[in-house]
């Protein structure tokens, strides 16, 4: 087990330092890989970037928890990013390389015709968001070993946060996204050998669902809060949200913008969304499952589901490959937050057009020390932070992207009050318990994107 979870994660590492061989050493080779993305290979990157800890830890024990009602995330998270995506991806891609700029934030300010004031707001939010975004992902990854290894988790956070480091010190957003092809392999091995093993031990699907009818309410479509048609029909709705909220998130963003010819965007599109439905599928069934060969929910925390059943079920071997599968889903998000942070620090509150390349890997070696230190304090559950993290990046930047494709432009300071009117609603939402009837960060989008609207200047930019 060990020695193929060692073998896994040394060949991960070996991509990315090798990367080293391609890279330049200038800001927009670090940051962006000099534009220089094939389609598939940004497609791939981007779904396992997407596709973190929070699926093989957070996303598998909540639907252990919810059982069948956890779909919604699914079809609305998937289905949201798809529509959002036919309509901004294409212009964000050309707006980099019309603004001449090598980070998320940058290319926003540029885009707005705010530079200065508005860039660096939003590589400050960014950088707040994403550190502890990143934590997650390192707690994803110790979790794994706790439960499989029975290793402290600080152990786990460790190995993680050190083989990030070595390969993105040297390569920069390009380890990141050559490792994410090696890594998006491992995840999907990992995912599609639980299912196939998983459903052989229940005894097939429909001795599966015979199962699953026992357990109460875990074959219901909607929540038990859930009780009226308006509310079976907004609460689905309301998760196309979360997918739309794809647009907010700078790590995967970033893959959009480092492709090669905004020409190729569609195909990039199409090995994303193929990859990415699959494997959420295939994560889903596996949290379906886990219920059924772990049906003792007291005594264990329902977010070590997978690597149990992994451990129960598998050769050793092949347990040690999908421990690092979940290694790789962590890794392949942790990574692109890190660089993200370093560009927010060094290309965007600092401004230092002139920053050396040890300048900058210094900055990426800074954020990742909070992001781990952050990781030692904050470990739970990686479910919640991260969908948090997630809305509360997607109520942040969402609202301004769709303003600025509409070809109109808007004010720092209504920004700045869209911004605020987003946050007081998620507080209320939140405190109110709103969000168990519909996704948190549904309303506080509408109100800040609604805002926006009224506020914009119709000029072309």
């Given at each position: 087990?060990?020695?193929?979870?060692?073998?896994?994660?040394?060949?991960?590492?070996?991509?990315?330092?090798?990367?080293?061989?391609?890279?330049?050493?200038?800001?927009?080779?670090?940051?962006?890989?000099?534009?220089?993305?094939?389609?598939?290979?940004?497609?791939?990157?981007?779904?396992?970037?997407?596709?973190?800890?929070?699926?093989?830890?957070?996303?598998?024990?909540?639907?252990?928890?919810?059982?069948?009602?956890?779909?919604?995330?699914?079809?609305?998270?998937?289905?949201?990013?798809?529509?959002?995506?036919?309509?901004?991806?294409?212009?964000?891609?050309?707006?980099?390389?019309?603004?001449?700029?090598?980070?998320?934030?940058?290319?926003?300010?540029?885009?707005?015709?705010?530079?200065?004031?508005?860039?660096?707001?939003?590589?400050?939010?960014?950088?707040?968001?994403?550190?502890?975004?990143?934590?997650?992902?390192?707690?994803?990854?110790?979790?794994?070993?706790?439960?499989?290894?029975?290793?402290?988790?600080?152990?786990?956070?460790?190995?993680?946060?050190?083989?990030?480091?070595?390969?993105?010190?040297?390569?920069?957003?390009?380890?990141?996204?050559?490792?994410?092809?090696?890594?998006?392999?491992?995840?999907?091995?990992?995912?599609?050998?639980?299912?196939?093993?998983?459903?052989?031990?229940?005894?097939?699907?429909?001795?599966?669902?015979?199962?699953?009818?026992?357990?109460?309410?875990?074959?219901?479509?909607?929540?038990?809060?859930?009780?009226?048609?308006?509310?079976?029909?907004?609460?689905?709705?309301?998760?196309?949200?979360?997918?739309?909220?794809?647009?907010?998130?700078?790590?995967?963003?970033?893959?959009?913008?480092?492709?090669?010819?905004?020409?190729?965007?569609?195909?990039?599109?199409?090995?994303?969304?193929?990859?990415?439905?699959?494997?959420?599928?295939?994560?889903?069934?596996?949290?379906?499952?886990?219920?059924?060969?772990?049906?003792?929910?007291?005594?264990?925390?329902?977010?070590?589901?997978?690597?149990?059943?992994?451990?129960?079920?598998?050769?050793?071997?092949?347990?040690?490959?999908?421990?690092?599968?979940?290694?790789?889903?962590?890794?392949?998000?942790?990574?692109?937050?890190?660089?993200?942070?370093?560009?927010?620090?060094?290309?965007?509150?600092l401004n230092k057009k002139k920053l050396s390349s040890f300048q900058i890997k210094m900055m990426?070696?800074?954020?990742?020390?909070?992001?781990?230190?952050?990781?030692?304090?904050?470990?739970?559950?990686?479910?919640?932070?991260?969908?948090?993290?997630?809305?509360?990046?997607?109520?942040?930047?969402?609202?301004?992207?769709?303003?600025?494709?509409?070809?109109?432009?808007?004010?720092?300071?209504?920004?700045?009050?869209?911004?605020?009117?987003?946050?007081l609603t998620l507080y209320v939402v939140n405190h109110y318990s709103i969000n168990n009837l519909?996704?948190?960060?549904?309303?506080?989008?509408?109100?800040?994107?609604?805002?926006?609207w009224l506020k914009r200047t119709q000029i072309k930019i």
């Amino acid at each position: 087990m060990i020695i193929s979870f060692l073998i896994c994660l040394s060949i991960i590492a070996f991509i990315g330092i090798s990367s080293y061989k391609y890279s330049k050493p200038n800001a927009k080779d670090y940051y962006l890989a000099s534009q220089s993305l094939n389609p598939w290979l940004a497609g791939l990157s981007a779904m396992a970037t997407n596709n973190s800890g929070y699926m093989f830890i957070g996303l598998i024990g909540f639907t252990y928890t919810v059982g069948l009602s956890s779909i919604w995330l699914m079809v609305g998270w998937i289905l949201g990013d798809f529509l959002i995506s036919k309509f901004i991806h294409q212009k964000i891609n050309e707006q980099t390389k019309k603004t001449k700029k090598h980070t998320y934030a940058s290319v926003l300010g540029a885009w707005s015709n705010q530079k200065d004031n508005l860039t660096k707001f939003i590589a400050l939010v960014s950088l707040i968001f994403l550190i502890v975004y990143a934590s997650a992902q390192f707690v994803s990854g110790g979790k794994t070993l706790v439960a499989i290894f029975n290793w402290e988790l600080t152990t786990g956070i460790f190995i993680g946060s050190m083989i990030v480091l070595a390969y993105t010190l040297v390569g920069g957003i390009r380890a990141s996204i050559w490792t994410d092809a090696m890594q998006a392999f491992i995840m999907i091995f990992s995912m599609l050998s639980l299912v196939v093993i998983g459903l052989i031990a229940v005894g097939g699907l429909f001795s599966a669902i015979n199962q699953w009818n026992e357990i109460p309410g875990f074959l219901e479509w909607y929540p038990s809060s859930i009780n009226n048609t308006f509310e079976k029909i907004i609460y689905p709705l309301s998760w196309l949200i979360a997918g739309i909220f794809i647009i907010g998130q700078p790590h995967i963003m970033v893959r959009f913008m480092a492709l090669k010819k905004s020409s190729l965007i569609n195909k990039a599109r199409f090995h994303y969304y193929f990859w990415y439905t699959f494997f959420y599928f295939l994560a889903f069934s596996v949290g379906m499952l886990s219920r059924i060969l772990i049906n003792n929910y007291s005594g264990f925390d329902p977010e070590l589901a997978l690597p149990l059943i992994a451990v129960d079920l598998l050769n050793p071997f092949v347990v040690g490959i999908v421990i690092a599968g979940i290694f790789a889903a962590t890794m392949s998000t942790a990574d692109s937050l890190i660089i993200n942070c370093s560009g927010n620090i060094s290309q965007d509150l600092l401004n230092k057009k002139k920053l050396s390349s040890f300048q900058i890997k210094m900055m990426t070696l800074l954020v990742a020390l909070a992001s781990i230190l952050i990781s030692l304090f904050n470990n739970d559950s990686v479910f919640l932070i991260v969908v948090y993290a997630w809305t509360l990046l997607g109520i942040s930047f969402a609202p301004l992207i769709i303003v600025l494709a509409s070809e109109c432009t808007i004010s720092f300071k209504d920004f700045l009050i869209g911004l605020l009117i987003g946050y007081l609603t998620l507080y209320v939402v939140n405190h109110y318990s709103i969000n168990n009837l519909i996704y948190s960060g549904f309303i506080p989008f509408c109100t800040n994107l609604f805002y926006l609207w009224l506020k914009r200047t119709q000029i072309k930019i």
